[in-house]
């Protein structure tokens, strides 16, 4: 059940709603004034990393413990 980000053409608001299928994607109104005049946004990824070059909390080392195996 992904939760997706909507912009409303009527009011001007920006609101997130959890949707239980694709086709009640389609059909949203807004959350603060009620309009079906709305459009899902295209929302970013969130990612663990913010430093550039991150690997996301990837190390180096291998395996579990700091001697990996063998």
């Known amino acids: 059940m ?3 980000e909507y912009h ?3 009011c001007n608001m920006d609101f997130e709603q959890l949707v239980f299928s694709s086709s009640q994607a389609d ?3 807004c959350t603060e004034c ?3 005049n ?6 970013s990824i969130a990612s663990a990393g913010t430093a550039s ?3 996301g909390g990837a190390s180096s080392h291998s395996g579990c413990g ?4 063998g």
Do not use: A, D, H
Request: aromatic share 8%; proline share 8%; hydrophobic share 20%.
């Open 53 to 55: 070059g991150s690997t």
């Open 27 to 29: 059909n949203v109104p």
């Open 34 to 36: 009620g309009s079906s």
């Open 8 to 10: 409303c053409n009527n």
């Open 38 to 43: 709305v459009e899902r946004k295209v929302s």
């Open 2 to 4: 992904p939760i997706y």
């Open 66 to 69: 700091s001697s990996g195996f």
